[in-house]
């Protein structure tokens, strides 16, 4: 079983940074693979980040790529989301997820995720 809290969101200007953070609960998280989604209001959740069970380098849309970073820190039970030259598009509310299964590759369909945080919200001013 993984339990997830995120922390780290606020308020920021255009072209700033962010560093959210995902503190897990359980004895097996550095076995699953995990991901980083958002949801704006009106729209979908959608993945913005996800990184193997066995970490190295991450999965980033198009939308993301370049700007946002997903590592992991084993011994700390933490998973990080640095979000750089943010625009006011990445205003939403993120949220951070386990695979259903350990040992697997990164996912980027959000039913593969069977744990989740509560969110916070990231706002981007103009």
């Known amino acids: 079983q993984v339990q997830l809290v995120e922390s780290g969101g606020g308020l920021v200007q255009a072209g700033g940074s962010l560093r959210l953070s995902c503190a897990a609960s359980?004895?097996?998280?550095?076995?699953?693979?995990m991901g980083w989604f958002r949801q704006a209001p009106g729209k979908e959740r959608e993945l913005v980040a996800a990184?193997?069970?066995?970490?190295?380098?991450?999965y980033y849309p198009d939308s993301v790529k370049g700007r946002f970073t997903i590592s992991r820190d084993n011994a700390k039970n933490t998973v990080y989301l640095q979000m750089n030259s943010l625009k006011p598009e990445d205003t939403a509310v993120y949220y951070c997820a386990a695979d259903q299964y350990p040992y697997r590759n990164y996912k980027v369909d959000l039913l593969s995720y069977g744990y989740w945080g509560q969110g916070t919200q990231v706002t981007v001013s103009s």
């Open positions: 990184i193997n069970w066995s970490g190295g380098n991450g």
């Open positions: 359980g004895r097996t998280f550095s076995s699953y693979a």
